[in-house]
């Protein structure tokens, strides 16, 4: 009987220590996609991002601009040069994306101005919050194809060390169970 019960601590122990690491493994130690759309920027505007990191996370990213050059939606004429003028692709940090709000001068830590067509990465310096910014400051409206996915840092450590914690508390109650009964 007693056997039975310290089995059942040790699927207990191993299924809460191994059931909580999961979701940090799913969420960051795999590319999983963020976005993948098209987005459409109004003239004269921008889009933003916003993803949780942590330290160390990876995000990498590509766009390029796909649109026929419409002036606003509905336009019927087609404009020749819409393609000269690219987009702007901004990562900020909390402060910075703070400070481009209000329109004061920003410190951004990947910036690309006046691009058609982009394949980014970037590894976060700092957990917190980063602002992924599409600014688009012609008269067209812009069409853009773009996937933004997210890498993060493995750490499983702390689950691996409960369970493992738990197989030799089991495993001790066990032996201890055993040479009692001799």
């Given at each position: 009987m007693r056997i039975h019960f310290y089995l059942l601590i040790m699927i207990i122990t191993l299924l809460t220590?191994?059931?909580?690491?999961?979701?940090?493994?799913?969420?960051?130690?795999?590319?999983?996609?963020?976005?993948?759309?098209?987005?459409?920027?109004?003239?004269?505007?921008?889009?933003?991002?916003?993803?949780?990191?942590?330290?160390?996370?990876?995000?990498?990213?590509?766009?390029?601009?796909v649109s026929d050059g419409d002036r606003f939606p509905g336009d019927q004429t087609k404009y020749d040069n819409w393609l000269l003028g690219g987009i702007d692709?901004?990562?900020?940090?909390e402060l910075n994306y703070g400070l481009w709000k209000q329109l004061e001068p920003i410190s951004s830590h990947y910036e690309r101005t006046n691009v058609v067509q982009l394949k980014w990465q970037f590894s976060v310096p700092s957990s917190g919050t980063w602002y992924l910014i599409y600014v688009n400051n012609t008269i067209y409206m812009k069409q853009i194809?773009?996937?933004?996915?997210?890498?993060?840092?493995?750490d499983l450590s702390l689950p691996m060390l409960?369970?493992?914690?738990?197989?030799?508390?089991?495993?001790?109650?066990?032996?201890?169970?055993?040479?009692?009964?001799?």
């Open positions: 220590s191994f059931c909580s690491g999961a979701p940090i493994s799913e969420t960051t130690s795999v590319r999983t996609p963020l976005s993948t759309d098209d987005l459409v920027l109004n003239p004269i505007s921008s889009t933003v991002y916003d993803v949780v990191c942590t330290e160390g996370d990876t995000l990498i990213g590509e766009f390029r601009i692709f901004l990562i900020l940090d194809e773009s996937s933004i996915s997210h890498r993060g840092s493995t409960m369970g493992l914690l738990g197989l030799i508390v089991v495993l001790a109650l066990g032996v201890a169970q055993r040479t009692r009964k001799r």
